[in-house]
């Protein structure tokens, strides 16, 4: 090639020059399948991303789904159903007749009704204070790493693993009024006795909470034991250094530190003593003459003996909005103490 004077341009390399036609971006493919552009490659990218992430979305899902379902069948079907009852006077292959609020009126005006809730609220003070106080003293006292404690926390946890049928069992024995029985055979050592216990109008419910701080206070135990665990080691040694006390350490270091700890408890032995049944059903059946009938035995009483349905489910709300109130006050307090 040669310009008006007749000089050579260079010729430009070999694949350089313009081609013949637009070129496409590809991406290289398998053996025997054509190019993929790039565009079309990006896309099949972008929808394998959003099936991978769907996918990572759907696996949790998955595994609590067994869960989930059976928490809706057991929980939340029932609770539907109660306040469906609750409304409706409940008459078995007669047919269900609407009554607005009167079976809350009938519940709330029941002869035993304001006695059976002051006996749940002394059930429910006394084994909350009570499982708490002798939780936090075994705590303190089993707390440690020497090899044994394992044995004794093991042995203290008992009384929580074991079936309530078995614990009721064996108090009713410990209970039992005559000198031969194990609490007055003791309280005989000392001069005193017999006492009647569960068989007394004055001393059942008392011998009630017993039971149920016995129970519980174990579970709070493991619970304190798990706090103690979170405390800074150094502020107990900062406070010793500044010459204060063992009291003072417990005041001003270990209680501010289970102050989270105590509040969880204080809600779920609250929760648990609001709704005991089974120790109170099992050792008296809310007797002897009503001194230990709870809200919870006078709802099984109104629903399965006198087959009072639909009372027995207005009361079962009743009892309902009153443990969600406790937990509803214990959270916002909790949210309170923790601004301030």
Same mark, same amino acid.
């Given at each position: ?12 390399? $070999? ?122 003293? %075994? ?29 009721? !069992? ?5 209970? $039992? ?120 035995? %006078? ?5 399965? !003996? ?35």
């Amino acid at each position: 090639m040669s310009n008006l004077t007749g000089s050579r341009q260079p010729r430009p390399p $070999y694949g350089t020059g313009p081609p013949s036609r637009a070129a496409v971006p590809t991406r290289r493919a398998p053996y025997g399948r054509p190019p993929v552009p790039v565009g079309a490659a990006s896309r099949h990218t972008q929808v394998s991303r959003y099936r991978r992430r769907r996918l990572q979305w759907l696996v949790p899902w998955m595994f609590v789904a067994p869960a989930l379902i059976l928490f809706l069948y057991f929980k939340i079907l029932p609770l539907a159903q109660g306040v469906q009852m609750s409304f409706y006077d409940v008459r078995p292959y007669l047919g269900d007749r609407y009554v607005g609020g009167g079976n809350y009126v009938e519940a709330t005006t029941q002869p035993l009704f304001t006695q059976a809730i002051w006996q749940t609220i002394i059930l429910a003070v006394g084994t909350t204070a009570g499982s708490i106080l002798l939780g936090f003293l %075994l705590a303190i006292l089993v707390e440690g790493q020497a090899r044994h404690l394992w044995l004794v926390r093991t042995a203290a946890f008992l009384p929580v693993v074991t079936t309530m049928a078995v614990v009721a !069992e064996v108090w009713q024995v410990m209970y $039992y009024p005559d000198r031969s029985g194990a609490l007055n055979t003791l309280l005989g050592w000392i001069g005193v006795g017999p006492e009647p216990f569960l068989q007394s109008p004055h001393q059942a419910l008392a011998s009630v909470v017993a039971v149920g701080i016995w129970r519980g206070a174990p579970y709070d135990m493991m619970i304190f034991l798990a706090g103690l665990a979170t405390v800074d080691r150094n502020l107990y040694e900062s406070a010793a250094v500044d010459g204060a006390s063992r009291w003072s350490r417990f005041l001003h270091v270990t209680l501010p530190s289970l102050r989270p700890v105590i509040t969880i408890l204080f809600l779920l032995a609250a929760l648990r003593g609001l709704r005991s049944f089974t120790e109170v059903f099992l050792l008296t059946n809310g007797g002897p003459g009503q001194s230990t009938q709870v809200i919870m035995v %006078l709802i099984y009483k109104l629903g399965l !003996e006198q087959g009072k349905l639909g009372v027995a489910a207005a009361g079962s709300m009743i009892l309902f909005v009153a443990t969600a109130a406790v937990t509803l006050a214990v959270h916002v307090w909790r949210r309170r103490a923790v601004v301030r």
